[in-house]
């Protein structure tokens, strides 16, 4: 992520009152932490270790700053509808490679088309089939 666009973020959620500096850790600490989390698919630990806090401390920073985005989703998401059919386009990342399009093949992408790497225990498997 381009880190215009991070400080922008950040900014937006200053000013929405959703994300605040706290005498521990800045706004932009916080989203770090739960960027790093999301996108190397960290453990807690490892996040603890990195960022020299305690688990209590990492898992309410994620917490809060994940409930933030989905706060601030609707504004800067959009949802496929009858009259909105320029949404409907699939990332050739995932049309050309036959690991990701049979299972992608009607699936939006997230942003900058990232997929998030997700692990499912085997008992827990068969509810998660489409």
Same mark, same amino acid.
């Given at each position: 992520?381009?880190?215009?666009?991070?400080?922008?973020?950040?900014?937006?959620?200053?000013?929405?009152?959703?994300?605040?500096?706290?005498?521990?850790?800045?706004?932009?600490?916080?989203?770090?932490?739960?960027?790093?989390? +999301?996108?190397?698919? *960290?453990? !807690?630990?490892? %996040?603890? $270790?990195?960022? /020299?806090?305690?688990?209590?401390?990492?898992?309410?920073?994620?917490? +809060?700053?994940?409930? *933030?985005? !989905?706060?601030? %989703?609707? $504004?800067?998401? /959009?949802?496929?509808?009858?009259?909105?059919?320029?949404?409907?386009?699939?990332?050739?990342?995932?049309?050309?490679?036959?690991?990701?399009?049979?299972?992608?093949?009607?699936?939006?992408?997230?942003?900058?088309?990232?997929?998030?790497?997700?692990?499912?225990?085997?008992?827990?498997?068969?509810?998660?089939?489409?």
């Amino acid at each position: 992520m381009p880190l215009a666009v991070f400080i922008l973020i950040c900014n937006h959620m200053r000013k929405k009152n959703l994300l605040n500096d706290t005498p521990y850790t800045t706004v932009e600490h916080q989203m770090h932490i739960f960027l790093y989390i +999301t996108t190397t698919g *960290a453990s !807690n630990q490892a %996040a603890q $270790e990195r960022f /020299q806090h305690s688990p209590e401390s990492i898992r309410r920073i994620f917490k +809060t700053v994940l409930q *933030a985005i !989905n706060t601030i %989703a609707p $504004e800067f998401m /959009q949802t496929p509808t009858p009259n909105n059919t320029n949404l409907d386009l699939i990332l050739p990342e995932i049309q050309q490679n036959r690991k990701f399009f049979p299972f992608f093949q009607n699936c939006l992408a997230a942003i900058d088309g990232l997929l998030i790497p997700v692990y499912i225990a085997q008992k827990d498997a068969p509810a998660h089939r489409t």
